[in-house]
């Protein structure tokens, strides 16, 4: 609550955050403490966005770096002051400004000559977003407001055509620097009213009473999801597979919340979102026998196959490109006609690259008979980019794409809904619903993200040996459990 405090200053990170919804900015500046925990997975985003800005950096060479922290904004607008007071101005990296009453840091400002700049917001994003815009927009205000000419406002992301050559980045490659200067002209009339807004809506002693949707996630993970969403209904409409915003608006306009809720005759519905109302409703799965039949067609022996995979913002290997994905591991189990079981596995070490090791184990793994069991089409996906990449292994691999592949989050999607499954039908979503006594909350890496940055920290050269190897059991024990899961998902279905 407000409690009579004073109108906090905004800044350009609070100004996006009221921009995507009030009452995140109203948390923001007075209860904090309600935030979710930062996780790791989000940690390494932003540390990853860090390094981003960092190299960004050096296409605008020679500059100072503002090195004040977010505390101490007069500090840094007083270093920001003297380096624009020099002879020779340089770039100048995070300057700070404050203009009506909202404080920013400026990535880069890049003079231009005869006292003129371009503002440069860095993005570790492969293009410019739609925010992005506000966001380059905000700073814009502030540095015309504090009366700076801005030659440009620019976004400057990630290239993803650069192909990696070795040694150092080509900057000029790695980087586009687009021009956003008109678009965030068109927005500047905006911006008071904006700031208007949002100060009346600080200044009243209650956040604003708004209900959960997309934008809880959309532009950006709302820090204050967890405390939003803790009484949400244990079957919110918003679970409905595919809901677009005309569905959730015209149930919210008919009062309906609760998935249980919708009428029959609703209007809209697609055939999945009612089989997934009627299951709700009925508290029983949704089981259809074409399940079963397809999967008893399939012929031993039954390979199940999973694969971990890394997507480095800055590229690591000669010839990739950034957010490339690298896959460094899979995990295979194979079903015989006389029920047992194998397991094997690839997990590359050292910090070269994984794929050409990855690819002609996992080809000699499969042999040439037997169905490929997968749970979604990423692996398909990166097996049609293994062919590409190593051309000499594009028959074999070419010939377990064509016909042995079977999807089984489509065949799932097609023909199972479980109340348990809340609208996802991720495995980690399936499996507990299906098999409870199969999870992996007693494993230390129970998702991608998790294992991507595993691996990450696994073959860095300063990580210890005991440290990798503790990694090493932990992704092998993680990659393993996925296709074990997709065995017992099997089992289930055909029992
Ligand atoms: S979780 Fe959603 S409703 Fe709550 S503050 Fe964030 S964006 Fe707003």
């Avoid at 997975?41 to 922290?69: C, S, Y």
């Avoid at 508290?283 to 079963?292: F, K, M, P, Q, V």
């Avoid at 971990?308 to 896959?327: C, D, H, K, M, W």
């Avoid at 499954?421 to 495995?427: D, K, V």
């Amino acid at each position: 609550m407000c409690d009579g405090r004073k109108i906090p200053l905004l800044s350009k990170s609070r100004f996006t955050a009221g921009l995507q919804c009030h009452k995140r900015l109203y948390l923001e500046c007075y209860s904090r403490e309600l935030a979710d925990e930062v996780s790791e997975q989000q940690q390494a985003i932003f540390d990853a966005g860090t390094d981003v800005v960092a190299l960004a950096r050096q296409l605008f060479p020679g500059g100072i770096l503002i090195r004040e922290d977010y505390f101490d904004h007069e500090g840094a607008m007083a270093s920001t002051q003297e380096a624009l007071s020099l002879p020779a101005v340089p770039p100048v990296y995070e300057a700070a400004f404050l203009y009506d009453g909202v404080r920013m840091r400026a990535d880069v400002l890049a003079p231009q000559g005869g006292e003129r700049f371009d503002l440069v917001e860095v993005k570790s994003t492969s293009r410019v977003k739609d925010e992005h815009i506000y966001d380059a927009a905000i700073q814009l205000y502030v540095l015309r407001g504090r009366g700076l000419t801005i030659r440009r406002a620019c976004v400057c992301h990630l290239n993803t055509d650069y192909v990696y050559e070795g040694g150092d980045y080509d900057l000029s490659g790695l980087f586009r620097v687009v021009d956003v200067t008109a678009e965030c002209s068109l927005v500047q009339p905006e911006i008071p009213a904006l700031l208007a807004d949002m100060r009346a809506m600080l200044a009243r002693p209650e956040p604003p009473d708004i209900p959960t949707g997309r934008h809880c996630t959309t532009p950006y993970q709302c820090q204050f999801y967890g405390h939003c969403h803790a009484d949400e209904l244990e079957h919110h409409v918003s679970q409905l597979p595919r809901a677009g915003q005309g569905l959730l608006s015209a149930l919210e306009a008919a009062g309906i919340e609760d998935i249980r809720d919708i009428p029959a005759s609703f209007p809209g519905l697609s055939p999945l979102q009612r089989r997934v109302r009627d299951a709700v409703l009925s508290g029983r799965a949704y089981l259809d026998t074409e399940l079963s039949r397809r999967l008893r067609r399939l012929r031993p022996p039954i390979h199940f196959l999973d694969f971990e995979t890394f997507n480095p913002a800055l590229p690591r290997y000669q010839g990739s490109r950034p957010y490339q994905v690298i896959p460094f591991q899979w995990s295979l189990h194979t079903l015989d006609s006389d029920g047992t079981l194998e397991h094997r596995e690839f997990l590359h070490e050292g910090a070269g690259d994984p794929r050409r090791a990855f690819a002609e184990s996992l080809v000699s793994a499969l042999g040439d008979s037997g169905p490929v069991l997968v749970y979604s089409g990423f692996e398909a996906s990166r097996l049609r980019e293994l062919a590409f990449l190593f051309p000499e292994l594009s028959p074999q691999i070419s010939a377990i794409l064509n016909g042995r592949i079977v999807d089984l989050l489509q065949l799932v999607r097609a023909y199972c809904y479980h109340p348990g499954f809340h609208g996802s039908f991720s495995i980690k979503a399936v499996l507990p619903a299906l098999v409870p006594n199969l999870g992996y909350d007693d494993l230390a890496i129970n998702d991608g993200t998790l294992a991507a940055m595993a691996y990450a920290e696994m073959v860095k050269p300063d990580t210890t040996r005991d440290r990798r190897a503790e990694i090493r059991r932990n992704l092998l024990a993680y990659c393993e459990r996925d296709t074990l899961a997709e065995v017992e998902l099997f089992r289930y279905f055909t029992r």
